[in-house]
């Protein structure tokens, strides 16, 4: 009975993978018709296709397997301060934009902090999944 839900499970999960296979050919022939409009989307959506396919099991990771943001993700804070450092880039470059000529010290004085606040959101990412709790062994 056993070996009988393992083969039931197995053709499933080949069913499963086979619809997922051709809806990304599809999204991705739509994609390469369209001229590439939309590639961000388009990645997007095979992002959350594959995270959903190894949460539900149907892409079986090993035992011990760590991928950032599938099995394990950063420290709550560590995230909340990543999204605060990136979301101040998109409100210092209009500021800075507006007040700041147009020299390349101006440039300089926009990009310099647009640079250090990603620089600043990285490492709050990368030390929010290092010190994650939720890793496997």
């Not at 499963?16 to 989307?41: C, D, E, N, P, R």
């Amino acid at each position: 009975m056993g070996t009988d839900q393992a083969v039931e499970r197995s053709w499933w999960r080949i069913l499963v993978l086979l619809i997922s296979f051709a809806f990304s050919i599809v999204l991705t022939w739509y994609q390469f018709k369209g001229g590439g409009q939309h590639s961000g989307l388009l990645t997007f959506v095979l992002l959350v296709l594959l995270y959903g396919l190894i949460n539900t099991g149907v892409i079986p990771l090993p035992p011990g397997a760590a991928i950032p943001f599938f099995t394990f993700w950063p420290r709550l804070s560590d995230a909340v301060k990543a999204v605060v450092s990136f979301a101040l880039i998109f409100l210092w470059t209009p500021i800075a934009k507006l007040l700041s000529p147009d020299t390349p010290i101006g440039v300089a004085v926009i990009l310099i902090p647009d640079a250090v606040l990603l620089l600043a959101a990285l490492v709050f990412v990368s030390n929010g999944l290092s010190r994650s709790g939720n890793r496997p062994p």
